[in-house]
C-alpha cells in the first residue's frame, strides 16, 4: 500500500506538494481549511485544524503527518506525538518557528550568529533597548506573524504602546536591533527523522513591502565562504532544532560580513519555490522523501541561474484567461506556477520561475512573465 | 473559472497530466476504467468509455475532452463532436491512431516515407507479399495492438492463417516488409487547435520484446540531416492528420540511412517520458497546453543528455517499500516516476529519468536505478 502522507492545511504549500507525491506514489491527504481551498484536489477532509478531535480523525487516516502551516498548537499536536502519531516536524521542533522568543533564545544557546534581541514587556523595557542601539529597533510579536505582519520598525520608547497593551500576563514582544544588512539570503535544509540532512545552495531573497518578490538561486557572487557559513548555520539550526522535513532560514548580510538567522520557517517556503525547476530535487518533493524518512534526494542545481518572481494579485481573477494566455504566449521557456486562488491585490496567486547560463536572461524571463498578471 | 480538462482513461498517462494540471492551474478530471486506477486522484467519473451516455455525462462537466488512450470508439467522438464537445485529438485524426491499415493509406497520400505495406485477406495475399519482399513481413491487426501485441513476424504464407480466420466481412490485416533498421527513434510534436506546432528533439529507443525499454534524448550521433527530416516528417503528420494535442511518431532508422514511419501515438507516448525531467516543457504539460489550445512551452532540452529507463514490475509489489528505499538512497539523482499499479512480471509500474553532461553517466544512473526494482 502507498504511504500516506497527511498534511495540515489547505494552502499552496500543500498544493504544490501534490505533483511530487504523485509522481513517487505516496497518497496525499489534506485536511483543509474549508472548501475550494488551493490544495483542493487532494482535501480528504475538511476543518479546524485547532481542534484536537478534527486533527486526530485526519491523523487516523495516513501515516505520517506534516504541515501546509505552523498554525496547529502544541497541545493539539503534542496530544498526537503521545498517541504514536509521526509528527513531521514534531511540536518540539515547531515550538521554535512557532514563538519567536523561543527561537531567539535557543540560537543564542546553540551559538547561532543573530541579531542583538531581547524580550520587553512595557515601553521602559522597549526604551532601554533603543538607547542600547542606535535608537531604532524591530518590535515583533512573537506568534502569528507572517509577510510582515506583526512587524514594526520603532524608533521610540512608545512605538509598540499599542502592542503592550494587548499583553497577556507572562507575554513579551521581541525587539531586535536594525542590523545594517546588505542583502536578504536564505538557506534550506532537509533533515530525516533518522538524520540524514541535504543542504541546497544559499539564495538571495528580494522582499518587497516585508513580502518575497524574487529569489535568485545560487545567491550572485556568494563565495565559498559565504556559502559554508550560510550551510553551517543551516546545518546547526536543524539538528539543534531536531528539525524534520524542509526548514528555510532566513539570514541577513551585513555590510561587515556577517551573517545574521532572521526568521526560521519548518516547511518549504517561498525562498525555496525556485528548487521545482531549478534543482535535482525540488523542495515539495524533498519534503515529502524527509517526513516520510525515505532517502533524500541531490540538492544539486539544474542550471547556473534559477530566478523565481512571485504572482502578486492583481484586480483580475489570475487563473486561466487572457494573461495567462499571453504570458505563456511570450515566455515560452517560462515555468509558471499557479495557486488556484482567487486573485486579491498583493495577493500571492503564483509564481514564475526561470532558469538559464545567463542571470539577466533569467531576470528578465521570470519578471516579464510575472509583469502580465500585475 | 479554471479550465476543466477530462481525460478518458484512468492510466498511468492520466495520471501524469495530474502534476503539470495542477501548477497550471487546470481543473483535471479523469473518467476511470474502475476503482483504484493509476490516475485515481482526479478521477470524478467511473465507467465504460465505449458508452455515449458514460462519455457524455462526464463530457457535459469539462471543457474539452482528451485522451489517456486510443481506445475510444469513432461512433462516440463523432456524437461528442456533433454535440458541440471540444475533442482534442479528434475524431478524424484519432482513426489514424486507431486504425494501421487507414494510417498507412493516409501516409501513402502525405508521401510520408514508410515500410513497404499490403492490406492482406487470405494467405494468398500473404504469400505474394513475401514474395516480393525478401520472403519475410511482420503481420499486424489493424486495431487494438500495443506493446508487440497483435504484431507477428512472419516468414511463411500460412503465418497469419490464425488471425485471417477472425477477420470479418470486408475486414483486413496489415503486412509491412521486415525493415533492416539499425535502430529506432522517435518524434514528437505538439499542435493546437489554433495551429501552432513545437516539435521535440528526435530521441532513440531501445525496445525488449516488443516493449519500449529504454529512451536517450537527443538521440547519439543524430546529426542535423536526421534531426531534420524526423522533425519534418512528425510535422508533416500533425498537419496532416490535423492532430491536437502530443503526436509520437515511431521511426525505423535503415542501414541505408532512411527514416520510415512505423507507428503512431496521439497521447503522451512512454517515447515522451524523458521530457518530464529533460526538457524545459515536459509532453504531459505540453498535451494540456496544447489540448487546451494554450500557447506550447520549449521543448529545449534541460540537459546534454536525459535517459528514461522503464520499471517493470516485478515479483514483488512496486509502490513504497524496500527497494524504492534503496534505489533513492543509492542513486539521490535519479528521478523515480511511479504509477501507484500494482506489481506484475513485464507491467509497466514506473520509470526512472536521469539527466547529464555525460551520456554514460545518465545511462548507468537510469539503469542502476531502474535495477532495484527487477
Keep these: ?61 495516513v501515516d505520517v503527518v506534516t504541515f501546509d502551516h505552523e498554525h496547529v498548537p502544541q497541545e493539539v499536536l503534542r496530544a498526537l506525538v503521545d498517541e504514536g502519531v509521526a509528527v513531521h516536524p514534531g511540536p518540539d521542533a515547531l515550538r521554535f518557528a512557532q514563538d519567536k522568543l523561543d527561537m531567539r533564545a535557543r540560537l543564542a544557546d546553540l551559538g547561532v550568529p543573530q541579531p542583538e534581541w531581547a524580550a520587553v514587556r512595557s515601553s521602559d523595557d522597549l526604551g532601554a533597548f533603543l538607547a542600547a542601539h542606535g535608537g531604532a529597533g524591530v518590535v515583533k510579536t512573537p506568534r502569528g506573524g507572517y509577510d510582515g505582519k506583526g512587524v514594526r520598525v520603532v524608533r521610540a520608547a512608545d512605538g509598540a504602546d499599542d502592542w503592550f497593551a494587548q499583553l497577556g500576563p507572562g507575554e513579551a514582544l521581541l525587539v531586535e536591533e536594525l542590523v545594517p544588512f546588505v542583502r536578504e539570503l536564505a538557506q534550506q535544509v532537509a533533515r530525516r527523522p533518522s538524520g540524514q540532512i541535504a543542504v541546497y545552495p544559499v539564495v538571495e531573497t528580494v522582499q518587497r513591502d516585508g513580502v518575497c518578490a524574487e529569489v535568485i538561486a545560487p545567491a550572485p557572487a556568494a563565495g565559498d565562504r559565504l556559502a559554508q557559513v550560510a550551510s553551517e548555520i543551516g546545518v546547526r539550526i536543524a539538528e539543534g532544532l531536531g528539525v524534520t522535513g524542509m526548514l528555510a532560514v532566513e539570514l541577513f548580510e551585513t555590510d561587515d560580513e556577517r551573517i545574521l538567522v532572521n526568521e526560521l520557517a519548518m516547511r518549504p517556503h517561498n525562498s525555496g519555490h525556485w528548487s521545482q525547476d531549478g534543482a535535482v530535487t525540488g523542495q515539495f518533493e524533498q519534503h515529502l522523501r524527509a517526513v516520510a524518512d525515505l532517502p533524500l534526494g541531490a540538492t544539486a542545481p539544474r542550471a547556473p541561474w534559477t530566478v523565481m ?41 503564483g509564481h514564475v520561475n526561470a532558469t538559464g547560463d545567463d542571470l539577466d536572461d533569467a531576470v528578465y524571463t521570470a519578471r516579464a512573465a510575472a509583469a502580465h498578471f500585475d
Design 1 to 61: 500500500m502507498a504511504l500516506r502522507v497527511g498534511v495540515i492545511g489547505g494552502g499552496q504549500l500543500a498544493r504544490m506538494m501534490i505533483a511530487p507525491a504523485v509522481e513517487l506514489g505516496i497518497d496525499i491527504r489534506v485536511l483543509a481549511e474549508g472548501d475550494g481551498m488551493s490544495a483542493q484536489l487532494a482535501a480528504t477532509a475538511v476543518g479546524d485544524y485547532r481542534d484536537l478531535a478534527t486533527v486526530r480523525a485526519f491523523a487516523a487516516d
Design 309 to 349: 518572481v512571485n504572482i502578486l494579485g492583481g484586480p483580475q481573477d489570475a487563473t486561466i484567461d487572457e494573461r495567462f494566455d499571453a504570458a505563456m504566449s511570450a515566455h515560452p521557456d517560462a515555468k509558471i506556477h499557479t495557486y488556484g486562488k482567487a486573485s486579491r491585490p498583493g495577493r500571492k496567486v
